[in-house]
């Protein structure tokens, strides 16, 4: 069974910097490619960032120069970290991916709020 645990989500104030990390529950090679979604109030939800097996990586152009995505391998994490922060990144971002059974797998989601 194939487990997804977000954190680093919190209130931070607009111009500020969060670090998201999600942790599997097994190696993160066995994922395809993983990557990290958020789902804004009212909003569909939006692919933020991947990066494959092979540690190719793809940014939205949204946020791609605000935003980067790395691996612990030995840890079995990803993390995203999140630069000048605006009031519209606010949404719940999810970590996931595709894995090798052929199913998509996310975690229950952590909430980044940027307000003043």
């Known amino acids: 069974h194939v487990q997804l645990v977000e954190s680093g989500g919190g209130l931070v104030q607009p111009g500020g910097s969060l670090r998201l990390s999600c942790v599997a529950s097994?190696?993160?090679?066995?994922?395809?490619?993983m990557g990290w979604c958020r789902r804004a109030p009212g909003k569909e939800r939006e692919l933020v960032a991947t990066?494959?097996?092979?540690?190719?990586?793809n940014y939205a152009d949204s946020v791609k120069s605000r935003i980067t995505i790395s691996r612990e391998i030995p840890n079995k994490v990803v993390n995203l970290q999140m630069n000048s922060l605006k009031p519209e990144n606010t949404a719940v971002y999810y970590c996931?991916?595709?894995?090798?059974?052929?199913?998509?797998?996310w975690g229950q989601g952590t909430q980044v709020t940027a307000s003043s």
């Open positions: 990066v494959s097996r092979g540690g190719g990586i």
């Open positions: 097994g190696s993160i090679f066995s994922f395809n490619a």
């Open positions: 996931g991916g595709d894995y090798v059974d052929g199913n998509d797998y």
